[in-house]
Structure formats: C-alpha cells, structure tokens
C-alpha cells in the first residue's frame, strides 16, 4: 500500500466522521422540537446555544489554546448569544440558571478542549441554514435575537477552512487525537443533555 494510503486521516476529519452520528440524533433531535414555531421555543434553543457558549467561554480564553488557534478564537460569541436572550426577553434568573448547569460541564485540561472547540465552532455551519428560518418563520436576524448565528466576518466557509487547516497543523500525536475526539463528543453530548433538559 502506498504511504498516502496508510496515512492517518486528518484531525478535523476524524472530527467529523466520529461525531457524525450524535451530530445527527442531535439535528432531529432539535428540529423534532419545532423550535422556529414560535418564539417560546426558540427561546429554549437560544438557552440550550446559552449553556454551550457558557461552557466553551473559558477556552475562547485560555492563552495555550490562542496560540494553537492563532486569531481563530473569537471571545465576543458569549456576548452574541446573551444579546439574543435578552432580545428575547429571557430574565436574568433564568440566564443564572443556565450559568449554573453549564459551569457543570467538566472539560479536561488536554487536547480534549480541541474537541469541544471543534463542536462549537462547527455550529456555525449549521447556524447557515437555521438562521434563514429564523428569519423566514419568526422576524428575528442577525442583528436582533439571532446575532449568535451570524457567519464569521470573514465569510462562514472561508472562516470554516482556516479553522480545520489549523486543527490539521496542530500535529497532534494519535492519543491527543483521541483525546480531541472524546472532547467533541462529550460536547455534543452536553448539548443533547440540555437539549432533554429544556426542549
Ligand atoms: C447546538 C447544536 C449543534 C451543534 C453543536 C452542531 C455542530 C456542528 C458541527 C461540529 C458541524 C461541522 C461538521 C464538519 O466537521 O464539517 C456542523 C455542521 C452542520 N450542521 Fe450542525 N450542529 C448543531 C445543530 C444543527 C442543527 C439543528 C442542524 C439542522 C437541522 C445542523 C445542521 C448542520 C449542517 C447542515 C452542517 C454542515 C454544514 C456544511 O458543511 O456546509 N446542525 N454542525
């Protein structure tokens, strides 16, 4: 067999294969719960977005995982989805509540913090098709309670390819890779979580 096919294939590859499925479960998970019907639903999908966001927060900030992702972090994506809230007119309390469940996520100080990246960032592929019936069915946009589904200044694939090529030349060894890929499946899995807590 020639080397290129004995080659291990790519993190964000890998990434993507080996969450295919939960990512699936979770996509009719959440359209099964009609959440663009109104805006009492999509409220609960904004607080499910919420406490992944709230999750993930920390690590838009750590300065080992910049450096990995040089410029590919945007730490303002919190920010984004409280806006949303707050458009929505969810109460401060509830958004405590949210605070308080996401701060129960446990994500290891390794590479599975790639992993859980790899989710977040991945959600703004998806975010693509979800805001055009954000828009459609409830009046809402990206400038007014679906700011955190905006695409990436730089464009959502364009922004989407520099970050898998960084995830690519990050050269992690194969248990680092594994690791990467634990993480991006216990986000998913936190998410689904939230999903059946709120949805
Ligand atoms: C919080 C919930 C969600 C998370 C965490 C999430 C996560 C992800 C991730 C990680 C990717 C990147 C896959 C890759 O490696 O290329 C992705 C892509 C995608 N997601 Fe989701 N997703 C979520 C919800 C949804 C929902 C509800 C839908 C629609 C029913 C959806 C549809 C898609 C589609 C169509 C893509 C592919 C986009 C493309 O390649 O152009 N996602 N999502």
Redesign the pocket.
Known sequence: MSEVANAAPPL?RR??NE?ASV?ET???R??TAA?FSDRQRYARFLR??LR?HHATAPLYRDARLQAGLPGLLDPNRLEAVQSDCADLGLSPDVLDDDRRAAAKAVIPDGCEAFGWI?????????????LKEVERELGLSSAFGARHMAAHPDG??PH?RRF?AALDALGLTAGECQRAVAG?RA??RF?QHSVDDLM
């Open positions: 964000s990434l993507k969450t990512h979770l996509d009719k959440i359209m959440p499910v977005q992944l790899y989710t977040q960032e991945g959600s703004r592929m998806g975010a693509a098709i979800l959502r694939a989407w898998k991006a986000a998913f998410v």
